[in-house]
């Protein structure tokens, strides 16, 4: 099923050093696509920067050490993400008939 959003067309102002490196990033009638993805990603964000922010006047901010700590088990579980995905992607497709 394809999905019909409607799009409304604005007007923006951009510092001129932003919009030429948009303009050598994407390529011509892309500029729409990527600053809606850009709004996107951003409208996503917010939300949780909202929450974080919140959590820190309730229980205040993350020490050092428990940052580092987070820092670690992230890039711990991307690594073992990234190690199963590739396991995954070297095994052979099955279909069942």
């Known amino acids: 099923m394809i999905s019909i959003v ?29 600053v809606v993805e850009a709004l996107r990603a951003r409208l996503q964000r917010d939300p949780i920067m909202e929450l974080i922010d919140k959590l820190d006047e309730m229980y205040g901010p993350l020490a050092e050490d428990e940052v580092e700590e987070g820092r670690r088990e992230w890039k711990e579980m991307s690594r073992r993400l990234s190690s199963t995905l590739e396991q995954s992607s070297d095994s052979p497709e099955t279909t069942a008939g």
Do not use: F, H
């Open 6 to 34: 409607a799009a409304t067309r604005i007007t923006i102002t951009v510092d001129e050093d932003v919009l030429n490196e948009l303009k050598s990033r994407v390529g011509p009638g892309e500029v729409s696509g990527y």
